[in-house]
């Protein structure tokens, strides 16, 4: 019993750090403060649902430097 106890508090660590993360990204992210405050709200109120929602359409980190990849080379 002690064993499962050690593994939950362990997931739990886990999602909380990853929830900071992300809502740290979301908060240095340049959006308008709807978009974040949004965002926000969704990872805080839904951890593990808002957390991979985020992780699938939140990031969108393009750099204007970088070279273009052609498909044809």
Request: charged letters at 10%.
């Given at each position: 019993?002690?064993?499962?106890?050690?593994?939950?508090?362990?997931?739990?660590?886990?999602?909380?750090?990853?929830?900071?993360?992300?809502?740290?990204?979301?908060?240095?992210?340049?959006?308008?403060?709807?978009?974040?405050?949004?965002?926000?709200l969704?990872?805080?109120?839904?951890?593990?649902?808002?957390?991979l929602?985020?992780?699938?359409?939140?990031?969108?980190?393009?750099?204007?430097?970088?070279?273009?990849?052609?498909?044809?080379?």
């Amino acid at each position: 019993m002690a064993d499962n106890s050690l593994w939950s508090l362990l997931v739990l660590i886990l999602l909380i750090i990853a929830d900071i993360i992300a809502v740290s990204k979301v908060c240095r992210s340049g959006r308008s403060t709807l978009v974040i405050v949004l965002w926000t709200l969704l990872i805080f109120f839904f951890p593990v649902g808002g957390l991979l929602i985020w992780f699938l359409l939140g990031p969108r980190e393009y750099s204007a430097n970088a070279p273009v990849q052609n498909a044809v080379s």
